[in-house]
């Protein structure tokens, strides 16, 4: 299979989305002069530009696209050519309201935004392949092409009729029969036994709590959906250039998509990537999104979208202060991206996104942004050589499952405080913090690469993972789970005892007697730290250490057991105490930071032969790197230590 080397071919990919559809010819000569002084070489076209491409049923205007194609071509400037399947062209709603997606309470998605197509609608299916078809097997054989993005961040559901036909189907796939699925779905509750395959519905607007395991298996049959819907036009440009890798890109962290399915079925793995500016967190909210993404692709992977400056969807949409751009480009060449590109090249100047930033702002040539981009572009080309390809590696993994966190965000559960995404990034945090890098794996997973292996709530557990868990502990390695682990089977049912029994005997839990959710901004009290979110009353058995609650209904009772290498944590400790407890459990298995005393806004990561070093505040810092360096940015030698400015970077090869 083509991978992305095939692409990067020993360099950093570097540009955007470009949409020259939205500007006049003369602007295309302008774009790509600009694109050659920013050393861009990879632009990704089409992703929005089916009405163009076919502006009524059938006809195909590719001229303008030939055009595009070719002018980039002359200057040496590669194409990821998008198939236009996200945004369906307004007569399509018109004339097949069957393409439209149905809410959950009946509302249809109509034309005027954009992903506005249903994922099981046989006609959107029929015109969507047409066209990427038509668009494969004219630019198969141009020079310029080098990828294929697929659609654009797949994540419409719906609850329509021809879903629900759908819905049925996958169902009986799953089930076979009524009866394994009246199990499965525990309709003996609340009289939801079904009698007929045509009774079951998608979870439409219910009067009051729905059946949280026919929302979990809608969860799970719509990312199945949107993957076949990706897959169909994946075949369709592989025949066509079986040479070439294809690509959909990811959001981050996003809850509709079973990313470790996904990745399976793609050639490279790209994610959407925009942090806040002005989030205190915003560079550890990167580094996770990148740790996981290098992990789905299992090496290398491909930054597809970032902003150059302010987004335009958040409430308060800031820009990046000066260098901030530059410093989170480099994070993501750090923890293994071989491309680095944008949303998008030249801003807009109608539409609804007219005030999102792109490489060439409103201000032109002259702006910073595009003053930053072009320096960013020089780096990028400086640190290629020695970078592209390059591996990250990690000892520590952490676990991560879609339909766990699915499973454990239904209604009727004990906290709504609780959110999946905030406990993993509590726990990534505490060792981005401890300067461990960690790699993200799913519980089924080959674990035995990582000495020690945390899993900061994993609620729903097949065997088959719980297995591994066990297997992985006996083998040798350290294991660290979070509250609630293991509590529900893959159907969501509740495990006899509260926990896995296999797991309560792993951690030396004798009874799990009752959970003890916190309000929000209740804490309590552990020896030694205070903890927040979540406790839980639980009788040790053969612990060989417990660390206690202090105070309130459960002191003395176990917060913290741990039996042989098998940690488990009750609570949400507090962040320095949970940095400072998974770094003394890393250290007792062997894992270290990656360098010795950093100064704590300087983010360190180890990229093949390299030593990224990333400073993430705005006053100097000096750090101490041991011996003599050659800095790719500035092309110098360092010996000992490093002085690294306002959200500075350095790339020190030994
Ligand atoms: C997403 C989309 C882009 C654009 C950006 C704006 O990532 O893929 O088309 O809308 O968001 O941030």
Redesign the pocket.
């Known amino acids: 299979m083509p991978g992305l080397d095939d692409a990067t071919r020993g360099r950093l990919l570097f540009g955007g989305?470009y949409n020259p559809e939205q500007w006049p010819e003369e602007t295309w000569h302008e774009d790509v002069r600009l694109m050659k002084a920013a050393r861009v070489n990879s632009v990704t076209l089409g992703?929005?530009s089916w009405s163009k491409l076919e502006p009524e049923p059938g006809a195909r205007e590719f001229g303008w696209l030939d055009t595009l194609m070719d002018l980039l071509h002359e200057h040496g400037i590669g194409v990821v050519l998008a198939t236009p399947t996200s945004s369906p062209p307004p007569w399509m709603g018109r004339l097949h309201p069957d393409t439209l997606p149905v809410t959950e309470d009946g509302r249809t998605e109509w034309w005027g935004g954009?992903q506005h197509f249903s994922h099981s609608s046989a006609t959107y299916r029929r015109y969507a392949a047409a066209i990427t078809e038509d668009l494969a097997a004219r630019y198969a054989g141009h020079p310029a092409l080098t990828m294929w993005h697929i659609n654009?961040?797949y994540c419409t559901a719906d609850h329509g009729d021809e879903a629900a036909a759908a819905f049925r189907r996958w169902l009986r796939a799953r089930y076979g029969t009524l009866d394994a699925l009246n199990t499965a779905w525990g309709t003996a509750f609340w009289s939801q036994g079904y009698d007929t395959w045509d009774g079951i519905l998608p979870p439409r607007l219910p009067h009051y709590m729905r059946n949280p395991t026919q929302v979990l298996d809608f969860r799970r049959f719509t990312s199945d959906m949107l993957l076949e819907c990706y897959a169909a036009e994946r075949d369709i440009v592989r025949r066509h250039t079986p040479h070439l890798p294809v690509t959909s890109?990811f959001?981050p962290l996003f809850l509709g998509q079973d990313a470790w399915r996904w990745a399976e079925e793609e050639d490279v793995v790209s994610v959407?990537l925009?942090p806040d500016p002005r989030d205190p967190l915003g560079a550890q909210h990167g580094a996770l999104v990148q740790d996981m993404t290098r992990s789905q692709a299992r090496g290398p992977w491909m930054l597809?979208?970032q902003?150059a400056g302010p987004?335009?969807?958040r409430g308060v949409n800031h820009p990046k202060p000066r260098g901030l751009n530059r410093l989170w480009s480099l994070q993501a060449v750090a923890r293994g991206a071989d491309a680095v590109c944008f949303?998008?090249w030249r801003q807009s100047r109608q539409g609804a996104?007219k005030f999102?930033s792109g490489m060439v702002s409103h201000a032109g040539e002259e702006g910073r942004t595009f003053q930053e981009v072009k320096q960013l572009g020089a780096d990028l080309e400086r640190i290629a050589p020695e970078t592209a390809g390059r591996h990250v590696t990690a000892g520590v993994a952490v676990l991560h499952d879609w339909h766990s966190w699915w499973a454990g965000t239904q209604d009727g559960r004990l906290s709504g405080e609780v959110d999946y995404p905030d406990v993993l990034r509590a726990w990534h945090r505490a060792l981005w913090q401890a300067h461990l890098t960690s790699d993200f794996a799913h519980p089924e997973h080959d674990l035995t690469p990582y000495p020690v292996v945390v899993a900061p709530q994993l609620y729903a557990l097949t065997d088959a993972a719980i297995g591994n868990l066990l297997a992985y502990v006996r083998q040798g390695g350290t294991l660290v789970c979070g509250f609630q682990t293991g509590v529900a089977d893959q159907d969501d049912r509740v495990r006899p005892g509260g926990m896995d029994a296999r797991l309560r005997e792993l951690f030396g839990i004798r009874t799990l007697h009752e959970w003890w959710p916190l309000d929000a901004g209740e804490s309590v009290a552990c020896e030694g730290f205070g903890a927040t979110l979540w406790s839980e009353e639980i009788e040790a058995g053969e612990a060989d250490e417990v660390i206690p609650y202090r105070g309130g209904e459960l002191d003395g009772l176990p917060a913290i057991l741990r039996r042989g290498r098998a940690w488990y944590v009750s609570t949400l400790p507090e962040p320095g105490a949970l940095r400072d407890l998974l770094a003394g459990i890393a250290a007792g298995a062997g894992v270290g930071p990656v360098l010795d005393g950093l100064p704590g806004q300087v983010e360190a990561v180890r990229r093949g032969e390299l030593l990224f070093l990333l400073h993430h505040g705005r006053e100097p810092v000096t750090v101490e790197v041991p011996g003599t360096h050659h800095d790719l940015l500035t092309g110098t030698d360092v010996t000992d230590r490093v002085t690294l400015g306002r959200y500075g970077a350095a790339v020190l090869r030994p």
């Open positions: 989305d992703v929005f954009r654009n961040e890109n959001m959407d925009y597809m979208e902003a987004v335009n969807w949303f998008q996104e999102h």
